[in-house]
Nanobody, 116 residues
């Protein structure tokens, strides 16, 4: 069974940090481009960060550039999102995504809440 399980979300104060993890099973992460999406209340799901299969290239939404870092450990079948200098507007459910051609897999999401 193909599964992506996110963890590491929680409640943090503005300016704080969180590290999200995405554990994959049922497929080999190294064959897929990986990304993190998020969806805030009342808003559409948006791409936060992406990373190529080899990890040689990354891309970020302008709103998180310089604060978030996506990385992958293919040997562990894991993907990470390091989030620093968190802002109130970062509050959302964060989803892990795997993509290869037309195939896409999604995790259930992990809640990140930034509040004083």
């Amino acid at each position: 069974q193909v599964q992506l399980v996110e963890s590491g979300g929680g409640l943090v104060q503005p300016g704080g940090s969180l590290r999200l993890s995405c554990a994959a099973s049922g497929f080999t992460v190294s064959n897929y481009a990986m990304s993190w999406y998020r969806q805030a209340p009342g808003k559409e799901r948006e791409l936060v960060a992406g990373i190529t299969r080899t990890g040689g290239s990354t891309n970020y939404a302008d709103s998180v550039k310089g604060r978030f870092t996506i990385s992958r450990d293919n040997a562990k079948n894991m993907v990470y999102l390091q989030m620093n200098s968190l802002k109130l507007e970062d509050t959302a459910v964060y989803y892990c995504n795997a993509q290869f051609l037309t195939s896409r897999y999604w995790g259930q999401g992990t809640q990140v809440t930034v509040s004083p």
